[in-house]
């Protein structure tokens, strides 16, 4: 096993002394970048996705290009719905669609249960690529959808306003809706351990839709199948969890018992004051707002200041943004932002909390 | 002045005891009702909010065919930016359009300060009409948009996933936005003084977009010119003022310190938490998922009855969806949740806190 060299990030992660704190961006691997342009003009989407050659070169471009502290494979959390049967059609900048959405009881029969290593192996492979490639420079995470999001996307069938199909589907078939989440946890329990076995060094689980659930909903339908992923994973060097969830504001304090290293946060959150309020259960990722890379470069600098005091002094913060960075980003930006944090935070951790 | 038959919902707001919980929704005025969609038939969106006669008549709808215990004046926040001098195109289900958004200071001193009874007589003479034919039945809302919401229209000029350009603007240029901002403060203090001058009981403001802020951000454009119109509006007899912030979890405590009566939840919010942070300073109205009206009935009377519980008993909560109602809701289920909630709320006003 390849000794990692800049190991800030996962030294966060288990909220262990840093000299600095680490920063990697949401969605790094994209369209902000020139050089993922390049590559994407070659091949569409799902093309780069299954292809490790080239999911594992944009991987690593903004470990070279913009000097952050972790790779995070490319890839895309629809592979897996994919994978157990639904045709998915790809389309970046206009959304996925599936054409023949999950909504009965027959379409649950039809859904496929996965080997990782066999129906995604592509993913198996772009992983044990990149971390090759990487040479032990900066860890490398894999990462999936929460069962909730998967299910949104594979019940909408495209982007919604108003969640329609889905929460009917949560309100008068609630059995047909737990069976599903049930199945894709399983999926993702394997997808992620099967990732850590090609060599990934942490994993982090997207739960972008949860928030458009109530408090209750949510801890009916969406926490508790992360709370199975993340309690069934096969790790290999106590690999580290990452949960984010967008929009999850109301239930902070049950989501960081649910066993994740860090929690991930979006920008409406105040990452200073959920340190305090879940009593610095886990490390925090976050959570600078995405759309201040449209600033000028002292503002960048003033925001991702404020992110920094507001976490204030001691381990256990992963810098990022509060979603992915925005495709319209000009890079220089975001190397400003990398390069701020990497030269200003040291003093965050020469204090004592 | 015509003594209101129902007034329950005024007395609510003011947080006086009541007999049981009073209920009314957001966008009751709506598509979901065919008798809306059939005066629709007639003439669009924008020529019906022009049309007192037709204004009036789709406001008075929801109180002969659900019951609700207030009306709201069937309007859209939109017409005072138009007022002032931007095209707006309008496709009702599409969203609005300004194809020539605001950018720059130019623009800003294209916008014309208004009079309300002269620009928006129409919004004036609906208000008048809505009230004669109402006959007292019920209190008349009147509504405006938050001035940072307008500003998020007025800027993106169409449906935005990322808000590059409002962004871009508050981030670069900042002392325009608070120009802006505080001309909209203006308009709308204006607005909603000329419609309680025309006969509304209580006034609204919706902040539909604020919660896609940061909570500095928040407080740097949004909260101030919320307070300012609060503040400034010239009533006739102490009107109630709701202040409805959608996704605005994170300064609720100051929120509550506004000035408003009333403060409107969205559905991720937990009722009974947020009158015990706000120490009960304010009514509280909200909050039902509106997509729980796409369940069978138990279970709409399961999640109302939640939600009354989790207010608890004594005054102070105005009953609402946690959003406006969704126009493919069948009406049948908003009676059955406005009945359930008129028989069955009588015993939180019995118990006192």
């Known amino acids: 096993m390849s000794k990692i060299k800049n190991d800030l990030f996962l030294r966060a992660c288990k909220k262990q002394d840093t ?3 680490p920063i990697w961006v949401m969605r790094q691997a994209g369209r902000y970048l020139p ?3 390049k590559i994407r003009e070659k091949a569409d989407f799902l093309t780069m996705c299954k292809t490790p050659e080239l999911a594992a070169e944009v991987t ?6 913009i000097g952050v ?3 995070i494979i490319f890839s895309d959390i629809l592979v897996i719905p994919e994978a157990m049967g639904m045709f998915l059609e790809m389309n970046e900048g206009k959304g996925p669609v599936f054409p023949d959405p999950f909504r009965t009881e027959s379409d649950l029969k039809k859904l496929k249960s996965i080997d990782p290593f066999k129906e995604l192996k592509f993913v198996m492979d772009a992983v044990s690529l990149a971390k090759r490639e990487l040479k032990g420079r900066v860890p490398l995470i894999g990462f999936c959808g929460s069962p909730f999001t998967l299910m949104t996307y594979m019940v909408e069938g495209k982007g919604s306003k ?3 199909y889905l929460k009917s589907l949560l309100y008068n078939k609630p059995l047909l809706a737990h069976k599903l989440l049930d199945k894709l946890a399983d999926a993702c329990t394997a997808y992620l351990s099967a990732k850590i076995e090609a060599g990934a060094d942490a994993v982090q689980i997207f739960d972008t839709w949860g928030g458009i659930l109530s408090p209750a ?3 009916e339908f969406s926490l508790p199948y992360i709370e199975k992923i993340v309690n069934g994973i096969t790790k290999k060097n106590a690999e580290p969890v990452i949960v984010f969830g967008k929009g ?3 239930k902070l304090k049950k989501l960081a018992k649910c066993g994740a290293d860090v929690l991930g946060l979006d920008w409406t959150m105040n990452i200073g004051a959920v340190r305090r309020k879940i009593g610095g259960r886990t490390a925090l990722q976050g959570n600078l707002d995405p759309t201040v ?3 000028n470069e002292d503002k960048i600098k003033e925001e991702a200041k404020k992110v920094l005091e507001s976490y204030g002094p001691g381990p256990g913060h992963i810098f990022n943004l509060g979603h992915g960075i925005l495709p319209d980003v000009d890079p220089t930006k975001l190397k400003v932002l990398v390069d701020y944090v990497k030269s200003e935070s040291g003093k965050y951790h020469k204090e004592k909390m």
Do not use: K
């Open 69 to 71: 502290d972790a790779a």
């Open 19 to 21: 000299e600095r704190t």
């Open 35 to 37: 050089e993922y342009r």
């Open 162 to 164: 108003n969640y329609t």
């Open 217 to 219: 909903d949510y801890l």
């Open 60 to 65: 690593i471009q903004p470990v070279d290009i």
């Open 293 to 295: 890379l449209y600033a």
């Open 248 to 250: 999850v504001h109301y």
